[in-house]
Structure formats: structure tokens, C-alpha cells
């Protein structure tokens, strides 16, 4: 197992709270099979295991990550040396599901590989729908 000394901040988001600003790499994973849209997995998140495995199970999910951590592991070894923090965003709609499932997999695979792993979940916790904010 290689060990890398570079940090990686892995965070998931919602693009109907706009992007982050601040990562090296976004990325779009509205392609995915959305929960929002089953009914019983719709008041989850990511984090639980059968929304994230509806989402992870699918051709897709299971595809991406595997490509994800491929490319991030490349780009954590081709930083290493240098002082700067690899941030990578993941979005979703709402970033409750799909962006949260994806990130979290890869938080375990890439920490499980020996990369310095900082995982968080921007907007987990806002419930607006898939249409914009609820009004206050």
C-alpha cells in the first residue's frame, strides 16, 4: 500500500446552492440515480445505507467510484511534495444523496489506501426539495 503524506478535502455539495469556489476539482453527479425521487429514501441521506446503496449499487455509481479513486490517487501522488491541499467537490442537486453516497465511498477507499483524508458534507443538512429553498 502506498503511503501518501499530501492532504485531501473531500466534500460533497448542492449546485442549487452553488458551487464551492474554492476546489481544485467539481464535479457533476447529477447523472446518477436520484433518491429524492423514491419515496421512502427521500427523507435520508447519503450517509444511510439504502439510500447510498441505491445509489453506489447502481452501473453507474459503481463505475464512477471506481474512476474516482483512480484519479484522485493519481492526482494526491502527482501533488505530493508540494504544500498545497487537494480539494475536490462532488455535487448534486441538493447534495443530500447522491453527492453525499459517492464522497463518503471514496472518503473509506482513499483513507483505506493511505491518503490523508478530510471528508464533510457542505449542505447534508439543508431539506429544500429539488426546486429551491423552502420559504423561511
Not at 425521487?37 to 446503496?53: K, N, S
Not at 487537494?86 to 491518503?115: E, F, K, M, Q
Request: net charge neutral; charged share 20%.
Amino acid at each position: 500500500m502506498a503511503a501518501y503524506n499530501k492532504q485531501l478535502v473531500l466534500f460533497s455539495f448542492g449546485f442549487k446552492y452553488g458551487p464551492p469556489g474554492d476546489a481544485a476539482l467539481v464535479l457533476d453527479l447529477r447523472f446518477l440515480p436520484n433518491p429524492y425521487w423514491v419515496e421512502e429514501l427521500r427523507p435520508g441521506t447519503g450517509l444511510d445505507p439504502l439510500v447510498a446503496a441505491y445509489v453506489l449499487k447502481s452501473p453507474a455509481g459503481v463505475e464512477l467510484v471506481d474512476h474516482l479513486q483512480s484519479l484522485i490517487l493519481f492526482l494526491v501522488g502527482a501533488c505530493a511534495g508540494s504544500d498545497k491541499v487537494l480539494r475536490v467537490a462532488l455535487g448534486c442537486t441538493g447534495g443530500r444523496h447522491r453527492s453525499v453516497a459517492v464522497s463518503a465511498r471514496l472518503a473509506a477507499l482513499l483513507s483505506a489506501a493511505g491518503v490523508d483524508c478530510r471528508l464533510s458534507h457542505r449542505d447534508i443538512h439543508r431539506d429544500d426539495g429539488p426546486t429551491g429553498p423552502s420559504p423561511p
